[in-house]
C-alpha cells in the first residue's frame, strides 16, 4: 500500500485542530518564569515562561495587557491563565495569555481560581440571584473591624450623604485565620436584624491580609443571606470572591456607603422640583374647576329652580303620550297577529287534505306501474328458461350424444386423443372411464 504524503501546512493544521478541539487545554494555570519578555508598540506583550527543565512561547494581546495590573520583568515568577494553541506561520506550540499574576501566593492562587471556577459553575456568581438595591433605605448594618479606617470613612459618608437611615455595626476581625468565621457570624447577625441592606467594610492592604474574603464557607454565607449585602473591600485594584458573590460591588468602603445610599441634597432638590410641579397641576385644576364652577352659576336652573321642575314634567308627558301610542299599537298587532294564526289553521287544513288525496293517487298509479313492470318480467322470464333448457348440453345427451372428458378438459377431435388415454364419456345418466386401445380418424 502507498503511504500518504502530507504537506508541512496540512500536519500543522492538524496539530492545531486537535490542540484547540482538547477543552482541557483552552483554559489553565501555568507557572513559571519570565525570560525575552517584550512590551511591543502595538500594546501586545511577548514572553517565554520557563522553568528548570522546558520553556514555551507566550503572548498576551493588547486587549488583556492593558488591563493587567502587573508589569512583567525578567526573571519574576508567576502564575497565568491561557489557552494553548498552535501558531501555523512557525509551527510552534504557544501559550495565548489572558491574566498574569505574581507567584508570591503560589498555591493559594491555584487554589482561588479552581475554586472560583468551582463556585461560577455553581451559578453563585449569576446575575439571576443579584437583589436589587433598595432606593431608599432605612435600616443600614455595617459590618467592619471596630477600630479600623474603612469604619470611620462609611459612617461619615452615610452621615453626609443619608443621615435619617438607622445604623447597626456589627464588629468583626476582617484578617488572619479566624476572620472568614467570624464574618460569616457577623452577617448572620446583621441578617437576622433585617436590615435593607449590609455594607461589609474593609481598607485596602496585601493581598494575604485580604485572603479571608476568599474563603468558600464566607462565600457560600453570602449567598445564603436574604439581606442585601454590597462589598467594599480593598481597593479598587482588589478583587476576591466575596466582590462577585455580593449583590454589588464597590471599589472602595467609601464606595460601598455612596452606592448604598442617595445623597440627601439631591433628593430634597428632586422633592423641591416634585412639590413645585404638583402645586402648578394643583393651581391648573383650580382654575378649570373654577370656571366650570362659573359656568354652572350661570344656568337657568340656579336662576329659576322651578324651570328644572317645568321642563321634567313636560318630558314626562310627552313620554306618557308615546306610551299609550306604543299601547295602542302593541294591541292592534295583537289582533293582527290573531288574524294571521285563523288564516294560517284553514291553509294548513286544506293543504293537508289536498296533499291526502294526491298521495292516495300517487301509491294508486305506483302500485299499478309495479304490477305492470313484474308480469313483463315474469314474461320474459319464462321465454328465457324455455330457450335456456332447449340449449342445455343435458338435453342433447337425452338425445343419444355424449360428451368425452380427458382429466376434466373436454374432447372435441380424435387429433387430441392418444392410446393408453384414460377418458371420461358422460352421458344423460352417468359417466364412465375408458382406456384408449386404438383410434381411427375421418
Sequence with gaps: MKQAIYSVSTLVRYLKASVDQDM???????????????????????????????????????????????????????????????????????????????????????????????????????????KPLPRYPQHIAIISAKEGAALQDVLQTLKRRWPIA??????????????????????????????????????????????????????????????????????????????????????????????????????????????????????KHMKNHRKQLERLKQHRYLSNPLSYTQDAMLRLAMLAKGLEHSVYRVQ???????????RLQLCLMQQKAYTNEALKQYQKRLYQGIQGTLSESLEQLQRKAVLLDAYSPLKVLGRGYALVYEKQQMITSVR???????????????????NVITKEEF
Design 166 to 283: 438607622k445604623i447597626s455595626f456589627i464588629p468583626s476581625l476582617v484578617q488572619g485565620k479566624e476572620a472568614g468565621a467570624m464574618l460569616c457570624e457577623a452577617i448572620q447577625k446583621a441578617d437576622a436584624l433585617k436590615p435593607d441592606v449590609i455594607l461589609l467594610a474593609r481598607g485596602g492592604g496585601a493581598i494575604e491580609d485580604l485572603w479571608c474574603f476568599n474563603e468558600e464557607a464566607l462565600a457560600r454565607c453570602i449567598f445564603a443571606c436574604e439581606s442585601v449585602i454590597i462589598s467594599g473591600v480593598g481597593h479598587e485594584s482588589d478583587t476576591t470572591l466575596v466582590d462577585y458573590v455580593s449583590d454589588a460591588r464597590a471599589p472602595t468602603p467609601t464606595g460601598a456607603a455612596e452606592l448604598a445610599t442617595p445623597d440627601m441634597q439631591e433628593v430634597i432638590a428632586q422633592l423641591y422640583v416634585m412639590r413645585r410641579s404638583m402645586m402648578q397641576h394643583i393651581d
Design 332 to 342: 292592534s298587532m295583537s289582533l293582527s297577529l290573531t288574524h294571521l294564526q285563523k
Design 416 to 434: 387430441d386423443i392418444k392410446q393408453k388415454d384414460t377418458l371420461t364419456i358422460r352421458m344423460k345418466d352417468g359417466s364412465v372411464d375408458v
Design 24 to 130: 482541557r487545554l483552552q483554559s489553565i494555570l501555568i507557572k513559571g518564569e519570565i525570560s525575552n519578555f517584550t512590551n511591543h508598540r502595538s500594546g501586545h506583550w511577548y514572553f517565554t515562561l520557563k522553568d528548570a527543565h522546558a520553556r514555551l512561547s507566550c503572548v498576551m494581546f493588547s486587549s488583556y495587557a492593558s488591563r493587567s495590573k502587573l508589569m512583567l520583568k525578567e526573571g519574576m515568577q508567576v502564575i497565568v491563565k491561557a489557552s494553548l494553541s498552535v501558531y501555523e506561520a512557525q509551527g510552534a506550540v504557544q501559550l495565548y495569555v489572558t491574566s498574569v499574576q505574581l507567584d508570591g501566593l503560589g498555591d493559594l492562587y491555584l487554589e482561588y481560581e479552581q475554586l472560583k471556577q468551582k463556585l461560577s459553575m455553581e451559578g453563585l456568581f449569576d446575575a439571576a440571584h443579584k
